[in-house]
Nanobody, 118 residues
Framework: QVHMVESGGGLVQAGGSLRLSCKANPAIFAPNTMGWYRQSPGNEREKVAA???????VYADSVKGRFTIYRDNAENTVDLQMDSLKPEDTGVYYC????????????WGQGTQVTVSS
């Protein structure tokens, strides 16, 4: 059963922009804070942004001022607008519900690859 479907990744030069989108299972999306995570080879998965049901947001220090997270509660989607991209932003990006991640639920999708060249 697929619970998250991420899209929008690609290859971009440093300083460029990408917009990622995630379509989530409504049963997961509706009651939960949603977030974007990323992972690069040899590194732990990290949460880069999150947005509550009511629209409050939080960002990792490394992306603050460059990334913006949005959710559409009618469409069960969560987007990540990424501007001023840096090579260190390279990785596979995933969406999920942080409360469920904390509880150990395995609802990860396949992610979408973001590669930023210098």
């Amino acid at each position: 059963q697929v619970h998250m479907v991420e899209s929008g990744g690609g290859l971009v030069q440093a300083g460029g922009s990408l917009r990622l989108s995630c379509k989530a299972n409504p049963a997961i999306f509706a009651p939960n804070t949603m977030g974007w995570y990323r992972q690069s080879p040899g590194n732990e998965r990290e949460k880069v942004a999150a947005i509550t049901r009511g629209g409050s947001t939080v960002y990792a220090d490394s992306v603050k001022g460059r990334f913006t997270i949005y959710r559409d509660n009618a469409e069960n989607t969560v987007d990540l607008q990424m501007d001023s991209l840096k090579p260190e932003d390279t990785g596979v990006y995933y969406c999920n519900a942080p409360p469920l991640v904390r509880q150990g639920y395995n609802y990860w999708g396949q992610g979408t690859q973001v590669t930023v060249s210098s």
